[in-house]
């Protein structure tokens, strides 16, 4: 800081000017800012400071706390901005994937509603002790000995269940991440069908898996229920419903015998799933841009595109699962006996058991049962999922 020294000389008037009269210029300095002073006099020194410099630096100060102080404030609210926008995407995006799980799962309930009955026929063709001469037999036997409710019809409140468990999430969840895909390719200009047929298996492969692990319990009441009636009286359980069923299960064996099954089941359904979802979702971007089913696939609202796409699907993907279908419905369906031994110890044994005892064919056995299941079951199902999906949400499942 700059300092000025102004020598004090006596005179006249000095006298005036004593150190008790220095408070009165000082508060007068203070008043009105001057440059540094030092006065000497012969008895005594001042040194009066301007204070305008650092009442500058002082506002400066003030201003550079209130933008701090403003930067903070801005950065919370953008944070809490950020926090709110996320828990609404959240919302949001867990709104949309139930929904498409409720859709699917009263479109799996219609198609169950009509297809259960090749379920009945598929099952007590797999299990041991089938003696049915094919299909047909099978079929005619079956409602002859029990009729349509008790026959054809046995266990149909598991498969009702299986949908809500098993149905929405292998629907739904594939909806929802194709449609993930679909916005993340028009996100960067891509079309939004632009997708290739393995993320399409991989996303059918997903859905297909944690939906049929979660179902496994449903599962496993289905091939109880359906194939009862096929054992001896002393040796059949008479469940009274698929609650009964499942608490018998878990309350006789244990909670564990629940998920008895679950390795195959899960396997089969990730292959089912892959190629039912997958290539019916290939087939039908194909198929729409060819001319034969209308414009953009629209003809008969869709439909014909549709069943031909399923229908081709199903046959692929009963190729790859029904093997693992024959070892789910045998292991799911053995009995326990007394001391906790089962006829099969894993799936891998029930495999090698199950040909070596019946030959590779028997790896297929049910397979047309099966496949006339899954084809109306996948049409009645994924036609019901795309056009009331449609009509909820504006766009479509597949």
Not at 102 to 116: E, P
Request: with cysteine.
């Amino acid at each position: 800081m700059k300092q000025r020294t102004f020598n004090h000389t006596p005179t006249p008037f000095s006298n005036h000017l004593e150190l008790e009269d220095t408070s009165l210029l000082h508060s007068q300095l203070q008043a009105k800012p001057q440059p540094t002073i030092f006065c000497r006099s012969p008895t005594s020194s001042l040194l009066f400071t301007d204070d305008s410099s650092t009442n500058n630096d002082d506002e400066k100060e003030k201003d550079e706390y209130d933008d701090s102080f403003q930067s903070i404030n801005r950065k919370t609210k953008k944070t809490e901005l950020q926090r709110e926008l996320k828990h609404i995407t959240m919302v949001a995006v867990a709104g949309g994937l139930l929904v498409k799980m409720v859709i699917a799962a009263f479109s799996g309930m219609g198609a169950a509603s009509l297809t259960h009955p090749l379920d009945v026929i598929r099952v007590q063709m797999q299990t041991e002790g089938s003696t049915y001469d094919g299909f047909l037999d099978a079929a005619v036997s079956i409602y002859e000995k029990d009729g349509l409710k008790e026959g054809l019809y046995a266990g149909v409140s598991a498969a009702y269940l299986r949908q809500w468990l098993y149905g929405s999430c292998r629907i739904g969840i594939y909806a929802y991440l194709l449609e993930n895909a679909q916005n993340a390719n028009l996100a960067i200009g891509l079309s939004k069908n632009d997708i290739p047929l393995r993320s399409k298996m991989l996303f059918g492969l997903t859905s297909g898996g944690i939906g049929s692990f979660i179902g496994t319990p449903s599962e496993l009441a289905l091939v109880r229920m359906s194939n009862d009636k096929k054992l001896p009286e002393n040796l059949r359980r008479k469940y009274k419903g698929v609650a009964n069923c499942i608490s018998r299960i878990a309350k006789e064996e244990g909670p564990p015998a629940l998920f008895r099954g679950a390795p195959a089941t899960v396997l089969r359904a990730c292959l089912l799933s892959a190629c039912a979802m997958g290539i019916t979702s290939e087939i039908k971007m194909r198929l729409s841009g060819s001319g034969f089913f209308g414009e953009n696939g629209n003809l008969l609202a869709g439909v014909p595109l549709l069943f031909i796409a399923t229908l081709i699907s199903s046959f692929a993907a009963n190729i790859v699962a029904n093997p693992f279908d024959v070892v789910k419905s045998r292991m799911q369906n053995m009995a326990v006996e007394k001391d906790g031994s089962t006829q099969y110890k894993s799936m891998l044994d029930c495999f090698v058991q199950t040909v070596g005892n019946e030959g590779l064919t028997s790896l297929y056995s049910g397979f047309v049962p099966a496949f006339l299941k899954l084809a109306p079951y996948t049409v009645i199902s994924l036609t019901l999922t795309d056009k009331l999906t449609k009509l909820v949400t504006g766009k479509e499942a597949l």
